[in-house]
């Protein structure tokens, strides 16, 4: 029995795609991130896997039971599929424990154990217009999890919140997994955040997959400039720092689009680096980003080295297996 399968899902608007024949399948207990521009379509195929939207073609499997959307039954979607909205309301004028209560048969015992991995306890007496974006977002989901879904969809988690409410909801959607054993999908806007998280990711533009799988892959080897751009800065060399790269020791490189993360260009001594100039020197706390001119047009290098200035003259290297052809 497959966990979720889902099948040939097309989504138009206005005659054009919004999703077009999207194919993917979800293990048990693999967490799966989606990642895409604004536009992208992945939040339209979160809801179509809730059953909130209805695709015009294609079909969505859970357990081996077909998710029915709105125009097919009164409540749309399957019980054991809970869907988290970036839009989410709590009820105004009540207090905390009141919404929860409301919402669960789970034994007190059970009901306790997801307040404390939500992390929302000290937050039971309080009335739900006391409550910042952040906190209400913690008691959103545990209102979920309290009837116990098998999966469990997060549409923009960390949209709108500061970097405090930001890490306790990244606690808090590490502990549903770890803990409470609850199967994951997650849309972000900010693709990086899924890395670290994620077993499996997404990559959407212009309603289609282009390109699937771990996020080491879909870092180090992205399928094209758009898919590397969502994960972070990179380098495509230009013909002339090819060619200067190629005499490197163990370097044989050949003229296509060759990308490089900024932290996989290394500073080194002069006997055996590419000589460049440093033109501007960005610092982010944990490490410092530089900006090398080589053959009249700048690469971006990630360093610890807190010493290097404006102008000063550096000379990178780069390990083979850190250069990438897409």
């Known amino acids: 029995m497959s ?11 206005d005659q054009a795609f919004i999703l077009q024949n999207i194919h993917f399948n979800q293990a048990k207990f693999q967490q799966i991130a989606i990642a895409g521009e604004t536009g992208s379509g992945k939040s339209t195929l979160l809801k179509i896997i809730a059953g909130i939207i209805q ?40 207090r905390v424990e009141e919404v929860l209560e409301m919402a669960t048969k789970l034994p007190a015992h059970d009901a306790a154990t997801i307040f404390t991995i939500c992390q929302i306890n000290h937050l039971l007496k309080r009335r739900t217009d006391q409550l ?48 409470l054993q609850i199967t994951c999908m997650m849309v972000s806007h900010e693709p990086a955040d899924t890395l670290v998280w994620a077993d499996e990711i997404i990559v959407m533009k212009d309603g289609r997959i282009v390109q699937q799988g771990a996020p080491s892959l879909i870092y180090n080897q992205p399928a094209d400039e758009y898919t590397a751009g969502l994960f972070g800065r990179y380098n495509i060399l230009t013909l002339g720092q090819v060619q200067a790269f190629s005499r ?13 993360r ?25 490490y410092t980003e530089l ?36």
């Open 132 to 179: 910042s974006g952040g906190e209400k977002q913690r008691i959103a989901i545990a209102r979920l999890l309290i009837n116990t879904p098998k999966l469990l969809l997060l549409d923009e988690p960390f949209s709108n919140l500061d970097m405090v409410h930001k890490n306790t909801m990244k606690q808090v959607i590490n502990a549903i997994s770890r803990q």
């Open 291 to 326: 900006e090398v001119s080589i053959g009249g047009h700048p690469l971006v290098v990630q360093t610890n080295d807190t010493s290097v200035h404006r102008g000063d003259v550096v000379y990178l290297a780069v390990q083979p297996n850190h250069v990438w052809y897409m």
């Open 248 to 260: 490197l020791p163990g370097m044989q490189l050949r003229w296509d689009n060759i990308m490089i």
């Open 55 to 94: 695709p015009d073609a294609g079909t969505v499997l859970f357990e081996d039971v077909r998710v029915k959307g709105p125009l097919e039954q009164l409540l749309p979607g399957h019980p054991s599929i809970a869907y988290l909205s970036q839009h989410f309301e709590l009820r105004n004028n009540y």
């Open 3 to 13: 966990f979720l399968r889902v099948s040939g899902i097309s989504k138009q608007k």
């Open 262 to 286: 900024p932290e996989h260009l290394l500073l080194t001594n002069d006997s055996d680096g590419i000589r460049g100039t440093v033109d501007a020197v960005h610092f982010h706390g944990r």
